[in-house]
């Protein structure tokens, strides 16, 4: 399966050592998961997306993008292929507008549902579908649902996208696991515009943290708050990082039970709960 990354933050920082450096960085996974990567980040609110089909630990390209890659908004994966073949357009994250989106997981027998699941996405977005995987079309059903709430391209809150995500995974189930004998589908997803981030542990593991011990930078950095380095108080960060596995160093990690979601939006206000639930209650961490 994949592996993700996603970073949101008060400041811009670089995140070469998640990416190349660190315990579980994904340069190192891709060892295990060497059928392409992307990296997504946000310049004045606009996404800027590199994505390659060659092993991210080999591409001298992921090491250059990795090294300059300094933004409030990043998301990054690498890819072990399950459906769809070795293609760009089916290379993760996947970008319409402002929208950027990764999966890690599958759909079983996709060519079985793909159509079912074709015909949830709008009309005027199907032509956008470009790749064969099932990401691509969860991404544009998920698209769908949150053109509900407004144009897709405005400012869209955390509890729209928290809504439209649920009910995306929701629709997603009923179509692919009543199928007998079939696996269910795999459905972690993350997903942001550059200042909504959302993430869903939805059958593969996802880590989350949103303070360190002790940050390095705490000396010189003017942005340094109480929840840099203890469990937010007033439900305001001033980062959040999300991961396949824990990294190492300095953060506080927390591993997001399944079935459940956790999102920033452009305040830097944290939620967390069971998707499909009426209220997302801020969660109480150790």
Not at 5 to 13: E, K, L, N, T
Not at 183 to 206: C, E, H, P, W
Request: proline residues 4%.
């Amino acid at each position: 399966m994949c592996r993700l990354f996603g970073f949101r933050s008060v400041i811009p920082s670089m995140v070469h050592r998640s990416l190349l450096d660190a315990d579980n960085a994904l340069g190192v996974q891709s060892e295990r998961h060497p059928d392409g990567w992307g990296v997504a980040y946000y310049v004045d609110q606009t996404p800027h997306l590199t994505k390659s089909t060659s092993t991210a630990l080999d591409d001298h390209l992921f090491r250059r993008v990795s090294g300059v890659v300094s933004s409030e908004t990043v998301i990054a994966h690498i890819r072990k292929a399950t459906v769809g073949d070795l293609s760009v357009l089916n290379a993760h994250p996947f970008q319409y507008g402002r929208w950027v989106f990764a999966h890690n997981g599958d759909i079983p027998e996709f060519g079985d549902v793909r159509e079912a699941l074709m015909q949830e996405v709008a009309p005027r977005l199907r032509r956008f579908v470009l790749g064969d995987t099932d990401s691509e079309v969860i991404f544009f059903m998920f698209l769908s649902e949150l053109q509900r709430y407004g144009e897709l391209n405005k400012n869209i809150g955390l509890d729209e996208a928290f809504a439209a995500v649920s009910a995306t995974l929701a629709r997603v189930r009923q179509i692919c696991d009543a199928r007998p004998g079939v696996a269910k589908a795999l459905v972690t997803v993350l997903l942001t515009n550059g200042s909504t981030m959302v993430a869903v542990q939805g059958g593969k593991s996802l880590f989350w943290s949103t303070y360190k011990t002790r940050c390095s930078d705490r000396d010189s950095c003017q942005s340094l708050a109480l929840e840099c380095e203890a469990p937010t108080q007033t439900g305001f960060v001033n980062h959040l990082i999300v991961s396949s596995e824990p990294l190492g160093g300095e953060n506080v990690w927390h591993e997001l039970p399944e079935h459940h979601a956790v999102g920033i939006d452009w305040r830097m206000r944290l939620l967390s709960g069971r998707i499909g639930a009426h209220s997302l209650a801020l969660p109480v961490v150790a």
